[in-house]
């Protein structure tokens, strides 16, 4: 048996992976368990770790440290890349708002940390590390130690306290986002409030009564007009019409047009009447309606055409076909010429089967190809966001340059190549299920190693004569500030409970209490929110960190 306990006991990369493995796949297996209706989920993966390490089992510090980094900078760059194509709508929306909540938590959790310096007879050097603990933001201890050691104080306490907080500072978010919903919540507070469907698209059938647009062309009719739309079909005589730019319209036809949803209306004034059918359910069967005309969802798979705006495509032009919806993900996009391709897009394509086909070959459709991720890509990835987060950016009146750090990097990098890749023709698509696989992957390292290395000297902190009183403080400032900034931002009723667990989550820079969020609630309300709020408050809580010991030490 000494080889299994040597596959347990000896230090080395066999060792350390078996551990971690154990760690992960118990974790994982109890947070399946349901408690009245509450479970940690991947959350628990923590805690398993936590009683690992403190019953000895130890691993390499160094393959710790891989474990954590290379977990956390893998869960947050491919959130970033799945919250990236829609990230830059929501911060025009509601992302200002997003980050004024995240930035009064942090506000919050610092009167608090001065008041318990002033009130407590723990130092504010220490109450710096505590604070820091209570928001497990480990950057902004890092800058507050240099600080200290610039000023000529001890650093040592800080870390200590830090260390000792951060177990419950991770799992106090959870606890406070529970406390709210227990007794604060109500049903329609867990039900997504989006403003922005996920189909942004309506079908309709119109007639033309409208004698201003009788004879004109399409092209002369988009002239005439700013709103958006494409006629997909004319019924005209009883004969079904592919319509081009150049086709005129008459008085009595019937369009087939597709418009974004707040443009009904204006659609029923340019055309004259609205047939009251409804062309928006989920069964219909488009090829039965004319049997002269196909409508086949086409995948974009030619990496040449990623990036490409639509219109200078001349789809209509070359192929005689229009193009009606682009479903992007889970969301439906109007087919207009200033739309930009992304590779993996599926294409809603409306004319005669053999020109549908010639248009089918021109942009690839090879959809076993999107089965496969570009981990290339996603390795690319990586080394920017690394580099970006190493970068030191020098803010005028702070003695230590502050950098984004290996969570806050990627996630950028995550979101600018999610939104903005296509544009330099930088594909980075996967499927929902590999990049879902990814998040976890990444998230269950990096919670098994911060767990199994809290445990290890985690009861001989508390047991310190400071030790209970540090973790008790640490409690309070991480719950407090999400129960009271929670509670208010649920009575203004703007956001649901999913997009507030976002907020809350992202200004604590905690991920195992967003996966908590995201395991127990419906939609990703939650992941736009904390992406939203995530980078700008873990900088903002590493100049705190060095305001608080330059002014207040």
């Known amino acids: 048996m000494e080889w299994l306990e040597g596959l347990f006991s000896l230090h080395s990369a066999i060792q350390a992976i078996v551990v971690l493995s154990l760690i992960c796949s118990v974790g994982l297996a109890l947070g399946k368990l349901h408690y009245k209706g509450i479970s940690l989920g991947i959350a628990f993966v923590f805690f398993v770790g936590i009683v ?79 604070l820091c603990g209570a928001t497990t933001n480990t950057p902004a201890l890092g800058a507050a130690q240099q600080t200290l050691a610039q000023m000529g104080l001890p650093s040592q306490g800080a870390a200590l306290a830090c260390a000792v907080t951060y177990p419950l500072g991770v799992v106090g978010v959870i606890l406070g986002m529970v406390f709210l919903r227990k007794l604060f919540v109500k049903a329609d507070d867990l039900k997504p409030r989006i403003k922005d469907d996920a189909d942004h698209t309506s079908v309709g059938q119109f007639v033309v009564v409208n ?213 330099v023709h930088f594909i980075s698509y996967m499927t929902r299920s590999a990049g879902l696989m990814l998040r976890k992957l990444g998230l269950a390292l990096y919670l098994a190693g911060l767990g199994l290395e809290a445990g290890k000297h985690f009861m001989d902190t508390v047991l310190r004569p400071e030790g209970v009183l540090w973790v008790g403080l640490g409690f309070l400032i991480t719950v407090v500030p999400v129960i009271i900034v929670g509670f208010i931002a649920l009575k203004t009723k703007k956001f649901d409970f999913g997009t507030i667990c976002g907020i809350l989550c992202g200004s604590m820079a905690n991920p195992m209490a967003l996966s908590y969020a995201n395991e127990t609630l419906e939609g990703e309300t939650a992941n736009v929110s904390y992406a939203t709020v995530y980078p700008l408050s873990m900088f903002v809580r590493v100049i705190i960190a060095q305001v608080i010991v330059m002014f207040f030490v």
């Open 52 to 130: 690992v390490g403190n019953f000895g089992l130890t691993v390499d510090q160094q393959m710790i440290s891989f474990a954590e980094s290379f977990g956390l900078t893998l869960f947050v760059y491919t959130l970033g890349l799945y919250v990236g194509p829609n990230f830059f709508g929501a911060l025009r929306h509601e992302g200002v708002a997003f980050n004024l909540w995240g930035l009064a938590l942090a506000l919050v959790a610092t009167l608090m940390t001065i008041l318990m310096a002033v009130f407590t007879p723990v130092s504010l050097p220490d109450m710096v590390g505590i």
């Open 211 to 423: 004698p201003a647009i009788n004879g004109k062309t399409l092209v002369e009719i988009a002239n005439m007009t700013h709103r958006k739309f494409i006629i997909s079909r004319i019924w005209r005589n009883g004969q079904v019409i592919v319509p081009l730019a150049v086709t005129r319209l008459q008085l009595n036809d019937s369009l087939l047009v597709v418009s974004n949803k707040e443009e009904v209306e204006a659609m029923t004034l340019l055309f004259g009447q609205r047939v009251e059918k409804d062309w928006n359910r989920e069964q219909i069967d488009w090829n039965s309606i004319d049997t002269k005309v196909e409508s086949r969802v086409i995948v974009v798979t030619r990496t040449a055409l990623n990036g490409k705006l639509l219109g200078n495509l001349q789809l209509r032009n070359t192929y005689g076909v229009n193009v009606s919806r682009v479903l992007r993900g889970d969301i439906k996009l109007l087919a207009t010429d200033d739309l930009r391709l992304q590779y993996g897009d599926r294409v809603t394509v409306v004319g005669a089967p053999e020109d549908v086909q010639h248009v089918e070959n021109f942009m690839g459709n090879a959809v076993k190809t999107l089965n496969e991720p570009n981990l290339g890509a996603v390795f690319l990835g990586l080394i920017l966001g690394l580099a970006i987060g190493t970068i030191p950016l020098v803010i005028p009146g702070m003695s230590v340059p502050v950098q984004l750090g290996i969570a806050g990097g990627p996630i950028v990098v995550g979101i600018l190549v999610g939104s903005l890749g296509p544009r």
